[in-house]
């Protein structure tokens, strides 16, 4: 009884602090936080062993879960997600654990990236373009802790990637992975003593427990700048943004996928009567920049399998783009062939679930 209360509150967005009892911070809290996997490269290499954690006190709450239904309505898995400004951007809602795959933008754009992904037991940050309090504060939402995640990898140098990569490591004890001329060029960013980092080439394929994930190189005008595919043998989830251009080689990667957060960076009628000089449109639209959003819809159009199962719009301009207009010109393009999220500046996503 008391777990089909908890999974009920967790699907109508209640947040973790109401059904977890932490010791110290409740933003640290988490049902459970079982022992993380042996996380090296894909010849075993450089494993972390970590302890397991042990589980916190449930709170019996039943009377939470009414006054939620109240304020924010009744929620569809499927359907729109009302809250605040996002009224009018469709947004998947809390969906319980027990799918084999999960996702969560914690925030994408120019302001910050970072991603969370899990399966098959293994826990990753995407990126560390975010301070470690919102980190917390957003995986807290969603009944995660950031002490339970195995590893941080990082795509590039850009400081709206990399630059909590140091507070990260020291707040949470979590392993840095980077190319070493991703890391030489993020340290001018001045990331402080970082104990644990591990170096990984371009195109490698690193090995986290049961999931590979594949490193992939970019064209985009970072420095040995790559995107990730996490495998966990059944499902295939692509974090794609930051691409440069729509390179060789990109349309196969995007056909192997079973869900994509796909870079829809900007629209060009913006970008063009914009205030940004001349230089920086012509490096946001030229082949070490962004992604359109007429491109991205384009690659998915022309690429996308029919097992894919959402596209979820991701690293949209604060100035040169909207949601709306990015949700607006993928439907035209893709009609209702997928489903469409949009991974937002300001706050973490629900879960989106493979």
Request: net charge positive; proline share 5%.
């Amino acid at each position: 009884m008391l777990e089909d209360l908890v999974q009920r509150l967790r699907a109508v967005g209640l947040p973790e602090r109401a059904v977890v009892g932490a010791e110290e911070d409740w933003g640290a809290s988490r049902l459970a936080a079982p022992g993380r996997r042996l996380a090296g490269r894909q010849d075993g290499s450089s494993p972390c062993r970590i302890p397991v954690r042990k589980k916190y006190a449930l709170h019996h709450l039943p009377n939470l879960l009414s006054r939620r239904q109240c304020l924010l309505g009744r929620l569809d898995a499927a359907g729109p997600f009302e809250q605040g400004w996002l009224s009018s951007i469709p947004r998947q809602a809390a969906l319980p654990y027990n799918g084999r795959m999960q996702v969560i933008s914690l925030q994408s754009g120019s302001n910050g990236n970072c991603i969370y992904v899990e399966t098959g037991g293994v826990r990753l940050l995407v990126d560390a373009g975010i301070s470690g309090s919102q980190v917390r504060r957003r995986l807290a939402l969603h009944g995660r802790n950031p002490q339970g995640v195995d590893a941080v990898l990082i795509s590039h140098d850009h400081v709206d990637h990399s630059r909590s990569m140091g507070i990260l490591h020291r707040t949470f004890g979590l392993p840095i992975y980077a190319t070493a001329k991703t890391f030489r060029a993020a340290n001018r960013y001045d990331l402080g003593e970082i104990g644990d980092l591990r170096h990984f080439h371009s195109g490698e394929t690193l090995r986290f427990g049961s999931v590979l994930v594949e490193t992939i190189p970019t064209p985009h005008d970072g420095v040995d700048g790559v995107v990730f595919v996490v495998d966990d043998g059944r499902r295939r989830v692509g974090i794609l943004t930051d691409l440069g251009h729509v390179f060789t080689g990109l349309d196969a990667v995007v056909g192997s996928l079973d869900a994509v957060l796909l870079e829809s960076n900007y629209d060009p009628e913006m970008l063009a009567d914009g205030p940004y000089p001349g230089w920086l449109k012509d490096r946001i639209r030229g082949p070490g920049g962004h992604i359109s959003n007429f491109e991205a819809a384009e690659l998915v159009l022309a690429a996308a399998p029919k097992r894919m199962q959402w596209v979820c719009l991701a690293h949209l301009s604060h100035d040169n783009n909207t949601p709306e207009l990015a949700l607006g010109t993928h439907r035209r393009v893709l009609g209702g062939r997928f489903p469409l999220m949009v991974a937002t500046r300001y706050e973490a996503t629900g879960v989106m679930r493979i």
